[in-house]
Nanobody, 124 residues
């Protein structure tokens, strides 16, 4: 059975940092990513990373470029999202997502597996 387990959310002041993790079990995925959903808003793409024979690739939503970094520990089948210079507007539930294949998609519909989410709250 495939499971994605997020951890590492919490409360932080604006300007601070947090790292969230997502450990996959039951299957190895080429592409893993993070989405977030703030109260009253649609779930939105944050970042994704994919790996294939020709290397690793990442993509970010414009609002987090330069502040967030997605990375992967292949041995642990885990993906991380390092979030620096956090802003109150980053407050949301962060969801891990995974899909087979190397398409670096920003669309929710193209991810087959989802975690339960971890809350990130940034106070002003």
């Amino acid at each position: 059975q495939v499971q994605l387990a997020e951890s590492g959310g919490g409360l932080v002041q604006a300007g601070g940092s947090l790292r969230v993790s997502c450990a996959a079990s039951g299957r190895t995925f080429n592409t893993m990513g993070w989405f977030r959903q703030a109260p009253g808003k649609e779930r939105e793409f944050v970042a994704a990373t994919t790996w294939s024979w020709d290397g690793n690739w990442s993509k970010y939503v414009d609002s987090v470029k330069g502040r967030f970094t997605i990375s992967r520990d292949a041995a642990k089948n885990t993906v991380f999202l390092q979030m620096n210079s956090l802003k109150p507007e980053d407050t949301a539930i962060y969801y891990c997502a995974a899909r087979q294949g190397s398409l670096l998609s920003t669309r929710r519909s193209e991810y087959d597996y989802w975690g339960q989410g971890t809350q990130v709250t940034v106070s002003s």
